[in-house]
């Protein structure tokens, strides 16, 4: 092939000195088990080398994108990675910023909008003037240089014009005061706070240490000496009166405690004189000052809960701005229609010939995004609730916009999240961006896409160090031909399907939700069966994660661990008494600090420290394998093993620490070793390698099969949480989850587990489901999956469609009575 990109001799982490020829301008899929080596391929090597060599070409320092490991790599076209890493967690941040769909409703209604005169009330109509001067550059965000009244056509009173910052939750021209834009306001959770059976001196307030709790019971009494009242503080907090529970609470400068007071008496002038702060005002007070602490503000959110703001109602959007219409639509109403129903609203929307580019603007933007299958999503939905896949496919839409030719596209498994209904519009969009002329090369593992690829390329044939070779290319059909490859084999249907005989359903032995009515949920009954793989199933946006997250989840959180956050509406929950345990297992990071790992998280780690400790002859301690605290690790880089240089204009670049080489640790410390490995080679090490090592050693093996047992067997130890994908994050802690002793009570709750598994890979995790299943628990996932859905006890399948078409209860029972339901997606694909 001669137009081709050539890759040379490849040898990054598991890549075996690989060359490879891939066509330009196909559509080509990368597959392979998890952890063959895709990811490194297309992501590590091509598109690292493909950005490195665009920088070179516009001569610009390219130093910190290092060259990867290969020979060489020719005929690359600049290259843009699609991941499925969410960058924006901001709540101020919705699809509809971040798309910006939202700042052209803006302008839309800025120019087009009727509001009510302050004075008379009636409607005053856009001004064809104010919007010729906006259009005229008079007019900006916050109205500086423009807005200028207009007369009321009906009193003659002075209307405020308006402008795009009305309309903006991040300005303050359109931001609602009392939450600033947010739409809830924090609050602290005080059963959190407080345990509400013990007295103050008993230690009451969780997180007074001793010491803290003398020194603050001394500024108890004086501050009820000044007010003239007992403080008493053996007695409950549940059973002081009003007057001291508020005084202990919110402190003497709070509202709560200034009612007892009508004359408001003059407070105590120092601490020392009875200024009491209360446990909730510290609280949030630390909050706010530690902004750049994340790790403290991630540990504080969990005292916290959100609350509605009742100022706006959750709108964000202030009084005047909420009030202003387009064709009797306000702004809040247009951003909570799902995509594809305001599209037809845009559609039937006439206006001045001066608006008409800002809607055929705002009409193409949304079209894009419906044919990426996010047409189910509203503008104002925050962007850290999003799905890895949506996330990617809001960042799809972007690219078709773009109209660039010459580009490689590097895809992280886009079908993430998407019912396989959706995928054949995927499909379609994938082959638009290949007919611009471009490059696309997706890694992935659904069999459908595979099937419409130009080209595949298997890499394997294992994991690990059993992976990073070529096993096949070439059109699918000659992939499924190849008889050494595990994709071929499902691509071609030769691949075993386990049977398992159903576990007969009793009666009465069920969860029911009654009343489902959260977000598109239309008053839904349903029945879960207990001890059982469940699996909700239906297309993206049909209402899954509503019932099983937001209602189920929290209510089971509430009911036991006395959780803070509500659970969405509905009337009631029967069965819970069947169940002692609920285990909710989300694809949130594990962590947001680069020094976490899977290790760390899985508690493998500790075991694996005083393994070396107890080899080292009494000259180390656990502590001193350790990169987190000072004793054995490297003290230039503390641990991290890279140095953060600034690039003035440019991001900071992490460049390898030359005290210890990036390994870590001290010399002395590296000196220890188990089996011929250093502990940095076993943070280097594989979930697999590792377990080869360390078999004979109980407390790590446990926990490192576990993570094997669930798919992560390629998984390095030591890599960084904030690297891990959200299936990953998801099956690393189903592992620890599975390392707990097991009552046969608990509930599981599961969402989508099989993302960034290849098929081999989701039978292995189906095995652990099955055994949990069959050990009396209960498997709830939500799934798209068909493999694990053909291999559920029970499906609950919601649908038709998703948005407003969706929320219905479509069919229910076992695969095979699913199957049968002519309406049922689900049913279509599965038949």
Same mark, same amino acid.
């Given at each position: 092939?001669?137009?081709?990109?050539?890759?040379?001799?490849?040898?990054?982490?598991?890549?075996?000195?690989?060359?490879?020829?891939?066509?330009?301008?196909?559509?080509?899929?990368?597959?392979?088990?998890?952890?063959?080596?895709?990811?490194?391929?297309?992501?590590?090597?091509?598109?690292?080398?493909?950005?490195?060599?665009?920088?070179?070409?516009?001569?610009?320092?390219?130093?910190?994108?290092?060259?990867?490991?290969?020979?060489?790599?020719?005929?690359?076209?600049?290259?843009?990675?699609?991941?499925?890493?969410?960058?924006?967690?901001?709540?101020?941040?919705?699809?509809?910023?971040?798309?910006?769909?939202?700042?052209?409703?803006?302008?839309?209604?800025?120019?087009?909008?009727?509001? $009510? =005169? !302050?004075? @008379?009330?009636?409607? &005053? /109509?856009?001004?064809?003037?104010?919007?010729?001067?906006? %259009?005229?550059? #008079?007019?900006?965000?916050?109205?500086?240089?423009?807005?200028?009244?207009? $007369? =009321? !056509?009906? @009193?003659?009173?002075? &209307? /405020?014009?308006?402008?795009?910052?009305?309309?903006?939750? %991040?300005?303050? #021209?359109?931001?609602?005061?009392?939450?600033?834009?947010?739409?809830?306001?924090?609050?602290?959770?005080?059963?959190?706070? &407080?345990?509400?059976?013990?007295?103050?001196?008993?230690?009451?307030?969780?997180?007074?240490?001793?010491?803290?709790?003398?020194?603050?019971?001394?500024?108890?009494?004086?501050?009820?000496?000044?007010?003239?009242?007992?403080?008493?503080?053996?007695?409950?907090?549940?059973?002081?009166?009003?007057?001291?529970?508020?005084?202990?609470?919110?402190?003497?400068?709070?509202?709560?405690?200034?009612?007892?007071?009508?004359?408001?008496?003059?407070?105590?002038?120092?601490?020392?004189?009875?200024?009491?702060?209360?446990?909730?005002?510290?609280?949030?007070?630390?909050?706010?000052?530690?902004?750049?602490?994340?790790?403290?503000?991630?540990?504080?959110?969990?005292?916290?809960?959100?609350?509605?703001?009742?100022?706006?109602?959750?709108?964000?959007?202030?009084?005047?701005?909420?009030?202003?219409?387009?064709?009797?639509?306000?702004?809040?109403?247009?951003?909570?229609?799902?995509?594809?129903?305001?599209?037809?609203?845009?559609?039937?929307?006439?206006?001045?010939?001066?608006?008409?580019?800002?809607?055929?603007?705002?009409?193409?933007?949304?079209?894009?995004?419906?044919?990426?299958?996010?047409?189910?999503?509203?503008?104002?939905?925050?962007?850290?609730?999003?799905?890895?896949?949506?996330?990617?496919?809001?960042?799809?839409?972007?690219?078709?916009?773009?109209?660039?030719?010459?580009?490689?596209?590097?895809?992280?498994?886009?079908?993430?999240?998407?019912?396989?209904?959706?995928?054949?519009?995927?499909?379609?969009?994938?082959?638009?961006?290949?007919?611009?002329?471009?490059?696309?090369?997706?890694?992935?593992?659904?069999?459908?896409?595979?099937?419409?690829?130009?080209?595949?390329?298997?890499?394997?044939?294992?994991?690990?160090?059993?992976?990073?070779?070529?096993?096949?290319?070439?059109?699918?059909?000659?992939?499924?031909?190849?008889?050494?490859?595990?994709?071929?084999?499902?691509?071609?249907?030769?691949?075993?399907?386990?049977?398992?005989?159903?576990?007969?359903?009793?009666?009465?032995?069920?969860?029911?939700?009654?009343?489902?009515?959260?977000?598109?949920?239309?008053?839904?009954?349903?029945?879960?069966?207990?001890?059982?793989?469940?699996?909700?199933?239906?297309?993206?946006?049909?209402?899954?994660?509503?019932?099983?997250?937001?209602?189920?989840?929290?209510?089971?959180?509430?009911?036991?661990?006395?959780?803070?956050?509500?659970?969405?509406?509905?009337?009631?929950?029967?069965?819970?008494?069947?169940?002692?345990?609920?285990?909710?297992?989300?694809?949130?990071?594990?962590?947001?600090?680069?020094?976490?790992?899977?290790?760390?998280?899985?508690?493998?780690?500790?075991?694996?420290?005083?393994?070396?400790?107890?080899?080292?002859?009494?000259?180390?301690?656990?502590?001193?394998?350790?990169?987190?605290?000072?004793?054995?690790?490297?003290?230039?880089?503390?641990?991290?093993?890279?140095?953060?240089?600034?690039?003035?204009?440019?991001?900071?670049?992490?460049?390898?620490?030359?005290?210890?080489?990036?390994?870590?640790?001290?010399?002395?410390?590296?000196?220890?070793?188990?089996?011929?490995?250093?502990?940095?080679?076993?943070?280097?090490?594989?979930?697999?390698?590792?377990?080869?090592?360390?078999?004979?050693?109980?407390?790590?093996?446990?926990?490192?099969?576990?993570?094997?047992?669930?798919?992560?067997?390629?998984?390095?130890?030591?890599?960084?949480?904030?690297?891990?994908?959200?299936?990953?994050?998801?099956?690393?802690?189903?592992?620890?989850?599975?390392?707990?002793?097991?009552?046969?009570?608990?509930?599981?709750?599961?969402?989508?587990?099989?993302?960034?598994?290849?098929?081999?890979?989701?039978?292995?995790?189906?095995?652990?489901?099955?055994?949990?299943?069959?050990?009396?628990?209960?498997?709830?996932?939500?799934?798209?999956?068909?493999?694990?859905?053909?291999?559920?006890?029970?499906?609950?399948?919601?649908?038709?469609?998703?948005?407003?078409?969706?929320?219905?209860?479509?069919?229910?029972?076992?695969?095979?009575?699913?199957?049968?339901?002519?309406?049922?997606?689900?049913?279509?694909?599965?038949?």
């Amino acid at each position: 092939m001669d137009d081709c990109i050539r890759i040379t001799g490849a040898r990054l982490h598991n890549l075996k000195n690989l060359t490879l020829a891939i066509p330009k301008n196909r559509l080509v899929v990368l597959t392979g088990l998890s952890g063959s080596g895709k990811s490194t391929l297309a992501f590590d090597t091509l598109h690292q080398e493909g950005q490195r060599q665009y920088m070179e070409s516009l001569g610009m320092v390219s130093l910190f994108v290092r060259k990867p490991a290969v020979d060489s790599i020719t005929g690359l076209s600049p290259s843009i990675s699609v991941d499925q890493h969410l960058t924006n967690r901001s709540p101020r941040s919705t699809v509809g910023t971040v798309t910006d769909v939202f700042t052209y409703l803006r302008l839309l209604w800025a120019r087009m909008g009727a509001r $009510p =005169c !302050p004075a @008379c009330e009636k409607s &005053v /109509p856009p001004s064809y003037e104010s919007a010729q001067a906006w %259009n005229d550059g #008079a007019d900006d965000e916050d109205g500086a240089d423009g807005g200028e009244s207009v $007369p =009321c !056509p009906h @009193c003659g009173a002075a &209307v /405020p014009g308006l402008v795009m910052g009305d309309f903006s939750f %991040n300005k303050p #021209a359109g931001a609602c005061p009392e939450c600033t834009g947010l739409g809830f306001v924090l609050r602290a959770d005080v059963r959190r706070l &407080v345990d509400g059976s013990r007295g103050v001196a008993g230690g009451a307030v969780l997180g007074w240490h001793p010491r803290l709790t003398e020194r603050n019971l001394t500024v108890l009494r004086a501050a009820a000496e000044h007010y003239g009242f007992p403080f008493d503080p053996d007695v409950p907090v549940d059973e002081l009166p009003p007057l001291q529970r508020d005084l202990l609470l919110h402190g003497v400068e709070s509202a709560e405690f200034a009612r007892h007071f009508p004359e408001v008496p003059k407070p105590p002038a120092t601490v020392t004189a009875g200024r009491f702060e209360g446990v909730v005002p510290s609280l949030m007070r630390r909050y706010a000052e530690r902004v750049e602490d994340t790790d403290y503000r991630e540990k504080t959110e969990k005292l916290l809960v959100k609350d509605e703001c009742r100022a706006c109602e959750g709108t964000r959007l202030r009084s005047g701005s909420r009030a202003v219409t387009v064709d009797g639509l306000t702004i809040v109403a247009a951003a909570r229609l799902p995509l594809e129903e305001l599209a037809d609203w845009l559609g039937g929307l006439t206006v001045q010939a001066i608006s008409e580019p800002v809607l055929a603007d705002l009409r193409e933007r949304i079209r894009r995004l419906v044919d990426v299958g996010v047409g189910y999503l509203t503008l104002d939905q925050a962007t850290p609730s999003l799905s890895a896949g949506e996330t990617q496919r809001l960042r799809l839409a972007a690219l078709l916009g773009s109209g660039l030719t010459g580009v490689l596209y590097v895809l992280d498994e886009p079908t993430i999240g998407l019912h396989p209904a959706d995928t054949e519009r995927l499909v379609r969009v994938l082959r638009q961006l290949r007919d611009l002329g471009n490059t696309v090369l997706v890694v992935e593992h659904d069999l459908d896409v595979l099937r419409a690829a130009d080209h595949v390329v298997d890499i394997g044939p294992g994991a690990g160090a059993d992976g990073g070779r070529v096993v096949a290319q070439g059109t699918p059909e000659e992939v499924a031909a190849s008889e050494g490859s595990v994709t071929g084999t499902y691509l071609a249907g030769r691949a075993p399907t386990p049977a398992r005989p159903r576990k007969p359903l009793v009666d009465g032995s069920s969860l029911t939700i009654r009343g489902a009515r959260a977000h598109n949920l239309r008053d839904l009954t349903v029945r879960i069966p207990l001890g059982r793989l469940v699996t909700v199933t239906g297309p993206s946006g049909s209402g899954k994660s509503s019932l099983v997250l937001d209602i189920l989840g929290r209510a089971g959180r509430q009911r036991f661990h006395g959780a803070g956050e509500p659970p969405a509406e509905h009337d009631g929950i029967d069965g819970w008494e069947a169940l002692d345990k609920i285990v909710a297992i989300d694809q949130q990071p594990i962590s947001r600090l680069p020094r976490s790992n899977a290790a760390t998280y899985s508690d493998a780690f500790t075991p694996i420290r005083e393994v070396f400790a107890a080899r080292s002859e009494g000259r180390f301690t656990p502590g001193h394998f350790s990169f987190n605290v000072p004793g054995g690790r490297c003290e230039r880089c503390e641990g991290a093993g890279v140095l953060s240089v600034s690039m003035h204009f440019l991001p900071a670049a992490q460049v390898r620490c030359p005290g210890c080489g990036g390994r870590r640790f001290r010399g002395e410390v590296l000196g220890v070793r188990f089996e011929g490995y250093d502990i940095a080679e076993v943070l280097e090490a594989t979930v697999d390698e590792a377990l080869a090592v360390f078999a004979e050693v109980p407390p790590v093996a446990a926990r490192l099969r576990r993570m094997a047992d669930v798919g992560l067997g390629y998984l390095r130890l030591g890599q960084p949480a904030t690297t891990l994908s959200g299936g990953e994050a998801q099956r690393v802690k189903l592992a620890k989850e599975l390392s707990r002793r097991a009552t046969g009570r608990t509930l599981y709750l599961l969402d989508e587990p099989t993302t960034g598994l290849h098929p081999a890979d989701t039978a292995r995790l189906l095995a652990v489901l099955r055994r949990l299943a069959d050990a009396g628990n209960t498997v709830l996932t939500i799934e798209h999956n068909l493999d694990v859905i053909r291999a559920s006890d029970w499906l609950i399948d919601l649908g038709p469609a998703g948005g407003t078409a969706g929320g219905e209860l479509v069919a229910e029972g076992t695969p095979e009575s699913v199957a049968r339901v002519e309406r049922s997606r689900t049913g279509r694909f599965l038949r």
